[in-house]
């Protein structure tokens, strides 16, 4: 089975802090994402990656960064936290784009923003 | 641009109904479609992913049926049980996958 990991599980920050969540994977795959899902909402795309060393922008990026040093590690950064962003973040990896491949879901990282 | 439409937020049945929960799309292109269903405090796992050739894809009792013609891809179970009790979501890929909101399915005794 894929293994997908985030941390932290769960934070608390102020407003105007910032934030990093950190994905880690061990299934050797290229491609990797970061969601945040809210009730109604379903889950919305924020950034993705399908190599080290680059990030593409999904359908919300604005207020969040991501880092991919590696294959294995995917970070979302927020640099300066808002109410707004307050969420549940799920990280997920793929070995193929989304057309083909299934994503693995890592157990989300659930931020509060005070 | 591409988007998925999930009518039900919540749905919630008895033991032993059938289920259905509904999903369109819209999308220039012909697309993949998933369900992914969630378990309380669990991540997403893919439950179903549509074929190329058209055959039903089914997986623990759950089948759906792509219709380009209405663009729909509803999730059916002929029995509900407790245990399928968990929000469920529709996805189609075209680059990148695009989620409808989700429903939320209580199956109770």
């Known amino acids: 089975e894929a293994a997908v990991t985030q941390s932290p599980r769960s934070k608390v920050a102020v407003t105007g802090g910032k934030v990093t969540l950190s994905c880690h994977q061990t299934?050797?795959?290229?491609?990797m994402y970061w969601y945040r899902q809210d009730t109604g909402h379903g889950l919305r795309l924020i950034h993705y990656s399908y190599v080290a060393d680059s990030t593409e922008k999904g359908d919300i990026p604005d207020g969040y960064k991501a880092s991919r040093p590696s294959q294995e590690n995917f970070s979302l950064i927020l640099e300066l936290a808002s109410l707004s962003q307050t969420a549940v973040y799920f990280c997920?990896?793929?070995?193929?784009?989304?057309?083909?491949?299934?994503?693995?879901f890592g157990e989300g990282s659930k931020l509060t923003v005070l | 641009g591409d988007s998925v439409t999930q009518t039900e937020g919540l749905v919630t049945l008895t033991e032993g109904l059938p289920v259905m929960l509904n999903c369109t799309y819209q999308s220039t292109y012909s697309p993949f479609l998933f369900w992914y269903v969630q378990h309380l405090n669990e991540a997403p796992k893919l439950l179903l992913k549509s074929f190329t050739d058209n055959k039903r894809p089914e997986h623990q009792g759950f089948h759906a049926t792509l219709h380009k013609s209405s663009s729909s891809f509803h999730l059916q179970k002929s029995s509900a049980q407790l245990s399928d009790s968990a929000l469920y979501y529709c996805a189609l890929s075209v680059a990148k996958l695009t989620f409808g909101g989700g429903t939320r399915l209580t199956v109770r005794p």
């Open positions: 997920a990896s793929s070995d193929l784009g989304v057309d083909t491949g299934q994503l693995y």
């Open positions: 299934n050797n795959h290229d491609y």
